[in-house]
């Protein structure tokens, strides 16, 4: 469940709830009151009472003038039947109707009214003025007003306007909900991965990592999680490791002692049955004891091996400039291999390491001494410097076969070797020294076809321990 989304949903929801029904409200209260004064009671009942006015004065000129057309106090227009073409139509309908007698608007702007009578054949025409009256446009001003009242009545403005800023001001809100939401999810979202990886990690999986493609804090703070949870692998293990050369250490010195106790007396013994026997015998004799003379030195030589790995000698840091260093290794071994090539690759303004120049040059060395056996006659070694990441690298590469999968698997692990003055030991050593000196040595990609080592020291400024204790 993504509870800071939610929490961010409620915080709006909460700050934007209240305003809203109190602007809502304010708003439609202002629109209340000022559509009040557009209300449209008074127009109608003004109209209504203009209606009313204007029949009752309509009324009484048509009364005056059917009194005075019938008193005789006004001539009329008489419309014979031989003039019946020159009729206006409005006469000639009245003519054609069976009414007696009818009033009709007339004059030009409807200012005038007219009295029709039919006399025998003869129609007789009256006509009065209605005076201002129609010339105000009374009856359509009384029609428009009625038209609009009936409109404003049929559509309820008031009500629409309030519905409509309800409605607008609604979807806007809804708008910065939904916006609100999505930005949330957004933050939210990698908040919750980060959450996810440290728990991940908290319960011992030292591979969790979250993807990310944000510059932002967030983003930063995943990278951060990232970096944290690679250097507590690699230091988890290397943890492992040295625990593992622990084991092996004590192994070794148990079996070192006991085949040393047990190799003493072979010696002895040999020795003494040498002395012993016939000069006749002693030519058979004499070979067979420098042979078993000559395995017993070979057993002692890798029992010292053994109690090497098994110790763990005082470290002294000092500064080590290793591109000194590696030069030098690289020209004493140039002696004992002169049928290898070997050549130097090195960074400018390499910095200081802070390491125990001993255990270096003895990581040199053996790898070194591996890649010459590795290149053969007419092979070629590179040793490479660099730095980066407050780091100095430090690379040996060979022209040789290259490594199997099965020798890269256990490359590192304290095996038994079979080669003439192999104890398997050299690696297992070599990345001892390296770790106890704060770096690490990893296989890379050989840059002459054969296999590559980097060895990893930190600078000066990250500072290493001295360490005294032995295994």
């Not at 309800?166 to 809100?173: E, G, H, M």
């Not at 003895?362 to 040793?383: K, Q, Y």
Request: aromatic share 6%; net charge negative.
């Amino acid at each position: 469940m993504n509870r800071l989304r939610n929490r961010l949903i409620l915080i709006f929801l909460a700050a934007t709830l209240a305003p809203l029904a109190a602007t809502v409200w304010i708003t439609t209260s202002l629109l209340e009151f000022s559509l009040d004064f557009s209300s449209t009671t008074e127009l109608d009942n003004m109209a209504k009472s203009l209606q009313r006015t204007g029949h009752e004065f309509y009324q009484h000129v048509r009364d005056d003038l059917k009194q005075q057309a019938q008193s005789g106090a006004l001539e009329p227009r008489k419309y014979t039947p031989g003039e019946r073409a020159n009729w206006p139509p409005a006469v000639k309908a009245f003519a054609e109707s069976e009414e007696p007698e009818q009033f009709l608007p007339a004059g030009h702007e409807g200012d005038q009214l007219d009295y029709l009578v039919r006399h025998g054949e003869e129609v007789w025409s009256y006509s009065a003025s209605l005076g201002g009256m129609e010339r105000l446009t009374v009856e359509r001003e009384i029609r428009d007003a009625r038209a609009l009242v009936d409109n404003a009545k049929e559509h309820d403005w008031r009500r629409g306007f309030k519905l409509a800023y309800v409605l607008l001001a609604v979807s806007i809100w809804l708008a910065s909900l939904a916006l609100l939401v999505y930005l949330a999810h957004r933050i939210s979202r990698p908040i919750q991965q980060l959450t996810e990886g440290l728990t991940e990690l908290a319960a011992g999986d030292l591979n969790a990592r979250v993807e990310t493609r944000r510059d932002d804090e967030i983003g930063r703070a995943i990278q951060a999680f990232n970096h944290m949870a690679e250097k507590l692998q690699e230091s988890t293990e290397r943890l492992v490791y040295l625990r593992q050369l622990a084991s092996w250490q004590t192994l070794a010195r148990k079996m070192a002692h006991e085949v040393k106790n047990s190799l003493t007396p072979i010696r002895l013994t040999v020795e003494e049955m040498m002395a012993r026997y016939d000069e006749a015998d002693r030519g058979f004799m004499q070979q067979a004891t420098q042979i078993v003379v000559d395995e017993i030195e070979t057993l002692e030589r890798r029992i010292r091996a053994f109690s090497q790995f098994a110790t763990e000698p005082p470290i002294e840091p000092a500064p080590v400039d290793v591109n000194s260093l590696l030069q030098e290794r690289m020209a004493f071994l140039k002696t004992a291999h002169p049928e290898v090539a070997y050549d130097c690759r090195l960074a400018d303004a390499v910095p200081m390491v802070v390491a125990d120049q001993d255990l270096i040059k003895g990581i040199l060395t053996n790898l070194l001494e591996n890649a010459a056996e590795a290149a053969g006659e007419g092979g070629r070694i590179l040793g490479v410097t660099s730095a980066e990441n407050g780091r100095v690298n430090i690379e040996v590469h060979d022209s040789g076969p290259g490594l199997s999968e099965q020798a890269r698997a256990s490359l590192f692990q304290p095996t038994i070797s079979f080669k003439k003055r192999g104890m398997g030991l050299g690696l297992s050593i070599a990345r001892k020294s390296a770790l106890l000196s704060g770096g690490d040595i990893v296989l890379v990609k050989g840059e002459l076809g054969g296999a590559g080592f980097r060895v990893a020291l930190p600078v000066a400024t990250n500072g290493i321990q001295t360490r005294s204790d032995r295994g």
